[in-house]
């Protein structure tokens, strides 16, 4: 089977071997991520006899008797996020909540091309396969490709690293732990993991196509987005304020079942949060498209009503970003209040980190969206170059485009802003302070997921005008 | 021959190396259906490309009513096609998810014309190819027949002067294919608009008034079918 998928993949085309590079570098970026976590986890304690008599430790801070006899405190990292063992879960946990944008990526490159690798398929089946052998076929691809940029990832990964740690000066903290060595259980279960999880992202992503040996590709009837997901998400947000009363009436003694009750409330958030986006969209783009009167907005609103799940799915990653930013934006301020000044520079770099995390986060988001769009334009490159010929403006076009990003954009961020709000009120219940919400910077949340959603579609514009040529158009 | 509503003098064009037109020079009058065919190859979709405005031609002219038209800016040509200009292809003209009446309507619209109006034109003109009844489907749920009758309805909706159509009938069954060709031609002939029909179908070619013929970039012939 990987004999025929890779001899396939050898006789690909370009839009293939695009496909195919970008899953190599998408999982290579998931791979360095999960690393990282692992990583994180893995710094040790540090004891006296690593660093000599003079030394003992205390939660990773390194404190050294000095020749002088002054006592003089020396980190291990610059970073307190990593000196203190408490909080290093939360980074790892961090890192790996990163992968479910690389995922979404994974997801939205295994798309690419798809016109042309289902008509392979089909010619795979009239050659005699079996359903369960094309999709196994169609697996290996993908799974090929995944576990390349597994191996590349941990490459990159260490050569990184090993290039760092040659940077440091001894005797100073390090900026990252580059002196931790990787477990060799854990280093090998993240590059198996990476390539099952990039095969199951794809399959997740591919599940509506079925080959036939005709060449007929069907795709299963596309249901209408519901409003119950409404309750879902009211429910989530809820769900995410049980464990922190619980602990204040000391129903809950132990970290574990308090973490698990806010994930649990967060997931459902998040579920809620896309079920509705699509929800929204769908009725968004039937009262446009019943009023309005300029061809770009009526091509978007159409587009959208007929497939609101498409271009959720496309912004989803965008929306988790959004979700967890805003959760993160409350919880700063609320826990920046209640700290006072004290121990103030030390959440807020811890939150900085969170910032970051999630700006890369939406980095990757945005680039997965650019290669969704691109493969959208690139499937209606025909009816595209059609509408052109017959005298369509390639700015309508063009504003219809932005208009499908854009306009649904702009209520799904806002729902999944509300919701992360809510998520981030519901875990600071207990603090002291009253509830604080940093309207300005969810402003600059929403603002920035919008705004990257635009850029995202704007980077597509190329796409849209080289696939308007009239070389489409031929028939002969 | 009419007095020449569209001329062709000396076309060239090419795909990389390989020529498509090498100086073809034709003339179609006003109200006149003309057939361009010839073998798979021969330069025919080419030719309709570059009179329609699409493409632009490497060396040699355009002309539609006494304006040369290749020189103009592609804003212009655009304007032109969706004015003057009716297109017509094998298949996928039609915007999926617009129904029949907005794909037909979209042209109004780009135009400026209000929504109602628009759709209300749109209306007239599927009822002249006899698909009233399927004005709120979407051209998933039309046969071929029907999704060419929606499509010559968009392609006449602006009452355009001339008509060109690539292979109308290529995708669709003998009758089917008669049926589209004699309500386009009927509802044509009637308006006085200028056809130029893409085939390589003799039965196709027999419709029109007049056959130019194609063969390796260059006019072979231009007569009058039997």
Not at chain 1, 464 to 475: A, I, K
Not at chain 2, 190 to 199: I, N, Y
Request: positive net charge.
């Amino acid at each position: 089977m990987i004999g025929v998928a890779v001899r396939v993949l050898r006789g690909a085309g370009r839009a293939d071997r695009v496909r195919s590079a970008l899953l190599v570098a998408g999982s290579a970026l998931a791979t360095g991520f999960a690393l990282c976590g692992v990583v994180v986890l893995s710094i040790g304690g540090l004891d006296a006899r690593t660093l000599g008599r003079s030394c003992a430790t205390d939660h990773g801070v390194i404190v050294c008797v000095a020749g002088t006899g002054q006592p003089v405190a020396v980190r291990a990292y610059t970073s307190n996020l990593l000196n203190e063992p408490g909080l290093r879960p939360g980074v790892a946990l961090a890192f790996w909540l990163l992968l479910i944008p690389v995922l979404v990526f994974l997801g939205q490159c295994a798309r690419i091309a798809a016109a042309r690798r289902d008509r392979r398929l089909a010619a795979l089946r009239l050659a005699g396969a079996t359903p369960g052998q094309v999709a196994r076929i169609a697996a290996t691809d993908t799974g090929v490709c995944c576990a390349l940029g597994a191996l590349a990832g941990l490459g990159g990964f260490l050569l990184l690293r090993a290039a760092v740690e040659a940077g440091h000066v001894a005797g100073t903290p390090r900026t990252l732990p580059t002196d931790v060595g990787l477990p060799v259980l854990e280093t090998v279960a993240v590059v198996a993991a990476v390539p099952l999880l990039g095969v199951a992202a794809s399959v997740l992503a591919l599940r509506r196509v079925v080959a036939t040996p005709l060449g007929l590709v069907r795709r299963r009837q596309v249901t209408a987005p519901a409003g119950w997901p409404a309750v879902l998400l009211a429910f989530g947000v809820a769900a995410t304020a049980l464990p922190t009363a619980l602990l204040r009436q000391g129903h809950i003694r132990t970290v574990a079942p308090f973490v698990a009750l806010v994930l649990a409330g967060v997931l459902l958030s998040v579920a809620g949060v896309l079920l509705s986006a699509a929800w929204l969209t769908g009725r968004c783009a039937r009262l446009l498209a019943r009023h309005t009167r300029r061809p770009a907005v009526l091509l978007a609103a159409r587009r959208l009503e007929r497939d609101p799940h498409g271009q959720t799915r496309a912004t989803s990653a965008v929306l988790l970003c959004v979700l967890f930013a805003a959760g993160a934006s409350v919880m700063r301020a609320l826990t920046l209040d209640s700290v006072g000044s004290g121990n103030g520079d030390f959440y807020a770099s811890a939150y900085d980190l969170v910032t970051a995390a999630v700006g890369i986060a939406l980095a990757v988001a945005a680039t997965g969206l650019v290669v969704a769009n691109v493969e959208a334009v690139v499937e209606r490159r025909r009816e595209l170059a059609a509408l052109v010929a017959a005298g369509t403006p390639r700015g309508t076009l063009r504003r219809a485009l932005l208009a499908q990003s854009v306009l649904p954009a702009v209520p799904a961020v806002l729902v999944a802003a509300l919701a992360g709000t809510g998520i981030g009120v519901a875990l600071g219940a207990g603090a002291e302070t009253g509830t604080h919400i940093p309207v300005l910077r969810l402003v600059v949340v929403a603002g920035v997921a919008v705004g990257s959603i635009g850029l995202a579609t704007a980077l597509t514009l190329p796409a849209l005008n080289q696939s308007v040529h009239p070389g489409e158009l031929r028939f002969e | 021959m009419r007095e020449p509503v569209l001329e062709a003098r000396s076309l060239v064009r090419s795909y990389g190396d390989t020529p498509a037109l090498r100086g073809v020079s034709v003339a179609v009058g006003a109200g006149e259906v003309v057939a361009v065919t010839g073998p798979s190859g021969s330069g025919k979709s080419t030719l309709l490309h570059c009179l329609a405005g699409i493409l632009r031609p490497e060396a040699g002219e355009v002309h539609f009513a006494g304006t040369r038209i290749d020189t103009l800016s592609e804003a212009r040509r655009t304007t032109l096609r969706r004015g003057q200009f009716g297109v017509l292809f094998q298949f996928g003209q039609l915007v999926p998810e617009l129904t029949a009446a907005e794909n037909v309507a979209l042209p109004l619209l780009l135009d400026r014309h209000g929504r109602a109006e628009s759709l209300t034109a749109a209306r007239g003109w599927l009822d002249r190819f006899e698909v009233t009844d399927l004005a709120d489907r979407r051209p998933g749920e039309l046969s071929g027949g029907q999704a060419q009758r929606v499509a010559m309805a968009r392609a006449l909706v602006t009452e355009p002067q001339v008509v060109f159509a690539d292979e109308p009938t290529g995708a669709l069954d003998a009758l089917a294919g008669e049926r589209v060709l004699t309500a386009l031609l009927g509802v044509a002939r009637r308006a006085g608009t200028t056809v130029l029909l893409v085939t390589h179908d003799t039965t196709v070619a027999a419709y029109a008034d007049r056959e130019i013929g194609l063969r390796d970039g260059a006019v072979e012939r231009a007569d009058v079918p039997a």
